[in-house]
């Protein structure tokens, strides 16, 4: 009874893994992290990502903090590309699983509730991971809606 | 001994429930774009939702909900995958590129934080 179930559970959590990396299920601590480092060594473990060759894109000047748009774009061979921020209460804001099958340069919206910084790192196949900053200004913070 | 069987066996009625759940997914409207040229499919999807933050919840006296996961997938392939937190501005728009072919259907799901998933299909321009 015991290894059956025991198989049972590999099978799920197999079935689940194929479908997607669910970072949310399987780093719960990096979520709540309320800074940027303990949110990535939550994320990653101890790491020291070197300054690689990513393309981070957002407004110098965002008017709008509900809305800002981010953009990661890199030509590293990519695992997963994570983006953080040290403007809210928490700190991750998403986490992207790469496949062979996407092109590396994602776009997305985010809010930040005031001027800080966004942090993006890049998970290489290499096992190695990079880094880049860009440093914002929010003219109306957005987390208060 | 017991407590690890019994914390396995949650994770295995978690995982069963939750795949269980995914053809009761609930098919919705969202804007989505995805055009192919030279073999690459550039998709820009708009999703609506509150994405309602612990702080601003607690303002308004409501329960939090957000979208945890978006994935994007053609047939089995799986073409975006985001694990995403309250951050994401109110109604998420999301740019991606992959390898893909005019005709193929791109099928966008997501999770929000209670577990409920909705998708949406489009045919690669």
């Known amino acids: 009874m015991k290894k059956t179930m025991l198989s049972l559970v590999a099978v799920a959590a197999m079935t689940v893994s194929l479908s997607a990396t669910d970072y949310r299920a399987e780093k719960p601590d990096a ?8 949110a990535i060594k939550a994320l990653y473990g101890e790491i ?15 008017s709008n903090g509900g809305a800002i748009p981010v953009s990661v774009k890199t030509d590293i061979p ?33 809010k930040m509730k005031k001027s800080g910084t966004i942090t993006a ?10 880094s880049k ?10 987390c208060e809606g | 001994m017991k407590k690890l069987m019994l914390a396995l066996a949650s994770i295995a009625l978690m995982a069963t429930a939750t795949m269980a759940d995914a053809p ?35 303002k308004k006296g409501v329960e939090a909900n957000f979208i945890t996961h978006i994935t994007g997938t053609v047939g089995d392939k799986v ?19 992959f390898k893909g072919k ?16 909705f998708f949406a299909t489009k045919k690669i321009k």
Do not use: C, R
Request: overall charge neutral; glycine content about 6%.
């Open chain 2, 79 to 97: 073409v975006y995958d985001a694990s995403t937190s309250q951050f994401l501005s109110k109604n998420p728009l999301i740019k991606f590129a």
């Open chain 1, 31 to 38: 979520w709540t992290a309320h800074d940027v480092p303990t």
């Open chain 2, 24 to 58: 009761a997914a609930t098919e919705v409207k969202m804007k989505i774009k995805a055009k192919e040229k030279d073999g690459v499919v550039k998709a820009k999807v708009s999703i609506s939702h509150d994405m309602l933050t612990y702080d601003q919840a607690k």
């Open chain 2, 102 to 117: 005019k005709g193929d259907e791109l099928k966008i799901t997501y999770t929000q934080l209670k577990g409920e998933t």
């Open chain 1, 121 to 130: 790192i890049v998970e290489g196949k290499d096992g190695k991971f990079y």
């Open chain 1, 48 to 62: 020291t990502p070197a300054e690689g060759d990513i393309k981070l894109k957002a407004p110098k000047v965002a």
């Open chain 1, 133 to 142: 900053k860009l440093t914002l200004e929010v003219a109306l913070g957005g």
């Open chain 1, 78 to 110: 990519a695992k997963s590309i994570a983006i953080f921020q040290d403007a809210n209460p928490e700190a991750a804001v998403v986490v992207f699983a790469v496949t062979e099958d996407m092109v590396e340069d994602f776009s997305l919206k985010i």
